[in-house]
């Protein structure tokens, strides 16, 4: 999942930085930091916002049903 949130992070242009994204998902760039190093427990309302912000789904399956 870390690798998942750092590409789709590096993908914007201009390049978002950790701390962007930590801003603007009302966490800290440390958390979003350990996230991707996969060193941080993932929480569920940190990862519904990087999926609002970031456009992508981080959570569950991709062929999930409901």
């Avoid at 870390?2 to 440390?30: H, S, V, Y």
């Avoid at 350990?34 to 309302?45: R, Y």
């Amino acid at each position: 999942m870390g690798n998942a949130i750092k590409e789709a992070r590096l993908r914007f242009e201009p390049t978002m930085k950790q701390d962007d994204l930590a801003k603007k998902c009302n966490t800290t760039a440390a958390v979003v930091q350990q996230m991707e190093q996969g060193k941080a427990t993932p929480d569920q309302k940190i990862l519904a916002a990087m999926e609002r912000v970031l456009n992508v789904k981080l959570r569950g399956k991709e062929d999930e049903i409901g």
